[in-house]
């Protein structure tokens, strides 16, 4: 088995790579739709569940826009630039597609 992200070998058992910290394999996720009215609202509902590792926001196209590492959920003064910039997307784009990756 190797990692995705920087290649290296790992054995069977692995659930993470030694060297890089990736996790290796599918974590639990889910996609939801939001149009941009309601796009801030849910990520903040979502960092809110706990259970959350990161979070993508992608434009209609599949484009990355925006993606929040579970750590900023974590403390408010690293989640507010997140979410202005959240605020940001939502006047440029009309639907979006979140991505939540969920701990185990």
Avoid at 20 to 26: A, D, F, L, M, S
Avoid at 31 to 59: A, Q, T, Y
Wanted: overall charge neutral; glycine content about 8%.
């Amino acid at each position: 088995m190797r990692c995705d992200e920087c290649g290296t070998d790992l054995p069977a058992i692995a659930q993470y790579c030694f060297k890089c910290g990736t996790r290796v394999g599918k974590a639990p996720s889910e996609e939801f739709s939001v149009n941009s009215d309601d796009l801030v609202k849910k990520v903040k509902d979502l960092l809110h569940e706990g259970n959350v590792r990161r979070i993508i926001v992608r434009d209609e196209q599949g484009r990355v826009l925006l993606e929040v590492p579970a750590a900023a959920g974590l403390i408010g003064a690293i989640l507010a630039p997140w979410l202005a910039a959240l605020g940001a997307i939502a006047a440029l784009v009309t639907e979006c597609k979140i991505s939540v990756e969920r701990r185990d």
